[in-house]
């Protein structure tokens, strides 16, 4: 565990993103931040694609979806944590801040010498339920550390294949929403996604993966990262009241799988001891795979140790 340190950088200006004008945060295109300049276990790891067998793999335990209404109420918690007692705290109450790098969202984190935390957002929803087996078959073989956010609809699409992942200790699995929703009390919108657009609608995106993320991994999740990595600063406490840390990044690698491999070795090779890059994992067909493949080794090559969150 490292002490986690804000960044006290602004990020440069994002880009507008491919699915601009979406306007319903359930139909997003599914993809975070666009352009800026911003101990395995014993024996070798399954690689992703020899996983898929429920029978086989996970015959012991059960992947059982939910879907949550978007203005549900959500219930108690086990560990005592009441979301609508939660959300009605912040009724009424109007935000004056909104970004990717507001105070109370991790960007850096302390380092313990050349240190550097790879995360991996999968967004889910229509044409994003696809995963790069050959970034993530890399990683396991590697044996890399990373922090995946995995999307609710995401998770849905193939259960078993989250649970593999999971089981990976090389793997922190953290909450990336339930719709994939710019997190806001008042609808703000990121890229053309519409935001959540009440303290309920904001406590139920975290929410209703938070719980669903404990059904997969058997604990609750740590990290939270927003899709479109949007906040206002009310979101960003309804997160932390919930019990999670919300994450944003200081190195877009990847632009929402945008960007080339050649521009992704060019993001990855700004990296300092602390930082936290953000990239996408599904987008099979996405310069994402042979980008991160050339810049990873090189920075392990420079002295370059990865950690999860």
């Not at 949550?68 to 004056?96: C, E, I, L, M, W």
């Not at 404990?214 to 019990?243: N, Q, W």
Request: hydrophobic residues 45%; contains cysteine.
């Amino acid at each position: 565990m490292f002490d986690r340190v804000l960044s006290r950088r602004g990020l440069l200006a994002a880009g507008a993103m491919a699915a601009a004008g979406l306007a319903a945060c359930a139909e997003a295109w599914g993809s975070s931040p666009t352009s800026a300049t911003l101990p395995a276990a014993t024996g070798q790891p399954l690689p992703v694609t020899a996983a898929r067998d429920p029978a086989a793999i996970f015959a012991a335990r059960t992947n059982t979806a939910a879907a949550v209404p978007v203005d549900a109420p959500a219930a108690q918690s086990a560990s005592g944590t009441q979301p609508a007692a939660v959300a009605a705290a912040h009724h009424g109450q109007r935000p004056t801040k909104w970004g990717m790098a507001l105070p109370g969202i991790i960007t850096t984190f302390a380092p313990a010498g050349k240190q550097m935390a790879l995360t991996f957002d999968a967004c889910g929803g229509p044409g994003n339920d696809e995963m790069n087996e050959v970034l993530m078959n890399f990683l396991i073989s590697q044996r890399i550390p990373a922090t995946l956010f995995l999307n609710e609809r995401w998770i849905d699409a193939d259960p078993a294949r989250a649970e593999s992942l999971a089981n990976n200790p090389l793997f922190e699995i953290g909450n990336h929403g339930t719709r994939h929703c710019p997190l806001s009390v008042t609808g703000r919108s990121a890229y053309g996604i519409a935001g959540t657009s009440s303290p309920q609608q904001a406590v139920d995106e975290v929410w209703g993966n938070h719980e669903r993320l404990i059904r997969l991994t058997g604990r609750a999740p740590r990290f939270f990262r927003t899709g479109t990595a949007h906040y206002d600063e009310i979101a960003v406490e309804i997160v932390h009241e919930l019990g999670e840390t919300p994450v944003g990044f200081s190195i877009n690698a990847d632009a929402g799988a945008t960007f080339s491999s050649a521009r992704i070795q060019h993001e990855m090779a700004t990296a300092v001891p602390g930082a936290i890059s953000i990239a996408h994992m599904h987008r099979p067909k996405s310069g994402t795979a042979p980008g991160m493949m050339a810049a990873i080794p090189r920075l392990r090559s420079a002295g370059y140790e990865f950690v999860r969150l």
